[in-house]
């Protein structure tokens, strides 16, 4: 797919325009921002009436959600936060080469791949496109500029030392054969792919959150029994925990899952270190509780490869490197996303 990065972006430029808008409240509570969600958290109703703010801002049609059919007694449900058409417009994208990446990826989607294309294209406050809204522009930017992107990343792990050269960045990476790994659909939001000075190979990978939580939906009956089997063979897990696993005191959740798949990964592919991190806004209310639980019953060498790290941390070192119209991205995602003052 062409790198080539576009001069002017898929987004209407008022959303460049208003970076760093402030809206008194009388003023806000003027706009009509569409239906919001009466059972979201202080959190997430906060960052819903965000993505409200860029649709009407940017002058989007509201849709239907959160998924494509959704209904109430036959009656469409309509959100601020769902846009229309958005697998036509590429509105929910930066860079026009983004949109047709993510088309792209929903035209080849590999089998256990478990990309939602309505979700994708119109879902304003999903964090799969956010991801995508990250990465992708790093993976064009690699393509043109690879040892400035060296820099950026190792800008944005200080304490990942051993980062030297960047060999790859993806997205929604699901290691196949599965059976190989997990035995289910677990996959890696985003990741990167690195060698040390030495050449020896590392990966990092990333689990990104906008308003989710990772969730307690556990593994069951073989799949379970497979996956209590990888971290025994792993040894990384302490003893008093994979006895509560076997006894049936303790499921295996979505967070330990996704840490999982990356050793399994890395030892699968012979790689020297593996690095698991969960990006999400410095004030997600769930996410230091849950990185808490997984170190929490990890042995003493495993958990130091085991961090949060905030988005806005993330973006703000990078953006220390970004050029010209990257530099314009990252205001923008950090506008688009990270700027709550606004609501």
Same mark, same amino acid.
Request: glycine share 6%; net charge neutral; hydrophobic share 35%.
């Given at each position: 797919?062409?790198?080539?990065?576009?001069?002017?972006?898929?987004?209407?430029?008022?959303?460049?325009?208003?970076?760093? +808008?402030?809206?008194? &409240?009388?003023? @806000? =509570?003027?706009? =009509?921002?569409?239906?919001?969600?009466?059972?979201?958290?202080?959190?997430?109703? &906060?960052?819903?009436? +965000?993505?409200?703010?860029?649709?009407?801002?940017?002058?989007?049609?509201?849709?239907?959600?959160?998924?494509?059919?959704?209904?109430?007694?036959?009656? $469409?449900?309509?959100?601020?936060?769902?846009?229309?058409?958005?697998?036509?417009?590429?509105?929910?994208?930066?860079?026009?080469?983004?949109?047709?990446?993510?088309?792209? %990826?929903?035209?080849?989607?590999?089998?256990?791949?478990?990309?939602?294309?309505?979700?994708? /294209?119109?879902?304003?406050?999903?964090?799969?496109?956010?991801?995508?809204?990250?990465?992708?522009?790093?993976?064009?930017?690699?393509?043109?500029?690879?040892? +400035?992107?060296?820099?950026?990343?190792?800008?944005?792990?200080?304490?990942?030392?051993?980062?030297?050269?960047?060999?790859?960045?993806?997205?929604?990476?699901? $290691?196949?054969?599965?059976?190989?790994?997990?035995?289910?659909?677990?996959?890696?939001?985003? /990741?990167?792919?690195?060698?040390?000075?030495?050449?020896?190979?590392?990966?990092?990978?990333?689990?990104?959150?906008?308003?989710?939580?990772?969730?307690?939906?556990?593994?069951?009956?073989?799949?379970?029994?497979?996956?209590?089997?990888?971290?025994?063979?792993?040894?990384?897990?302490?003893?008093? @925990?994979?006895?509560?696993?076997?006894?049936?005191?303790?499921?295996?959740?979505?967070? /330990?899952?996704?840490?999982?798949?990356?050793?399994?990964?890395?030892?699968?592919?012979?790689?020297?270190?593996?690095?698991?991190?969960?990006?999400?806004?410095? =004030?997600?209310?769930?996410?230091?509780?849950?990185?808490?639980?997984?170190?929490?019953?990890?042995?003493?060498?495993?958990?130091?490869?085991? @961090?949060?790290?905030?988005?806005?941390? /993330?973006?703000?070192?990078?953006?220390?490197?970004?050029?010209?119209?990257?530099?314009?991205?990252?205001?923008?995602?950090?506008? %688009?996303? +990270?700027?709550?003052? &606004?609501?």
């Amino acid at each position: 797919m062409k790198n080539k990065v576009s001069e002017k972006p898929y987004h209407s430029e008022v959303g460049n325009e208003r970076t760093g +808008l402030h809206l008194n &409240k009388d003023v @806000f =509570d003027e706009i =009509d921002l569409g239906p919001q969600s009466e059972s979201d958290n202080p959190f997430t109703a &906060k960052a819903r009436k +965000l993505q409200s703010l860029w649709r009407v801002v940017n002058g989007l049609e509201i849709g239907v959600g959160p998924n494509k059919k959704s209904n109430n007694k036959g009656i $469409p449900t309509k959100f601020g936060n769902i846009i229309t058409d958005g697998e036509i417009s590429g509105k929910n994208f930066y860079f026009p080469e983004t949109f047709e990446y993510a088309k792209w %990826r929903v035209q080849n989607r590999l089998k256990d791949e478990t990309i939602d294309a309505y979700r994708l /294209f119109n879902n304003l406050l999903s964090s799969m496109p956010m991801a995508f809204n990250l990465f992708h522009p790093l993976m064009m930017l690699k393509a043109e500029r690879p040892a +400035l992107v060296d820099l950026m990343i190792r800008s944005a792990f200080p304490t990942i030392p051993s980062i030297y050269r960047v060999q790859e960045i993806g997205l929604e990476f699901i $290691p196949t054969p599965k059976e190989n790994y997990t035995h289910d659909k677990s996959a890696m939001d985003a /990741f990167i792919r690195y060698q040390d000075r030495e050449g020896n190979n590392y990966l990092i990978a990333i689990e990104t959150k906008y308003t989710d939580s990772l969730g307690t939906n556990a593994a069951s009956g073989k799949v379970q029994q497979y996956q209590l089997e990888v971290m025994r063979e792993l040894n990384i897990f302490t003893p008093e @925990f994979i006895n509560s696993i076997n006894e049936g005191e303790i499921v295996i959740s979505q967070i /330990f899952r996704n840490f999982i798949l990356a050793e399994k990964y890395g030892k699968v592919h012979g790689l020297k270190g593996v690095y698991s991190v969960v990006m999400a806004p410095a =004030d997600h209310p769930t996410t230091q509780k849950e990185i808490k639980s997984l170190q929490a019953r990890l042995n003493e060498e495993a958990l130091k490869r085991v @961090f949060v790290l905030s988005l806005e941390e /993330f973006s703000t070192a990078i953006r220390v490197h970004c050029p010209g119209k990257y530099l314009k991205w990252i205001d923008w995602f950090h506008d %688009r996303y +990270l700027n709550f003052e &606004k609501v």
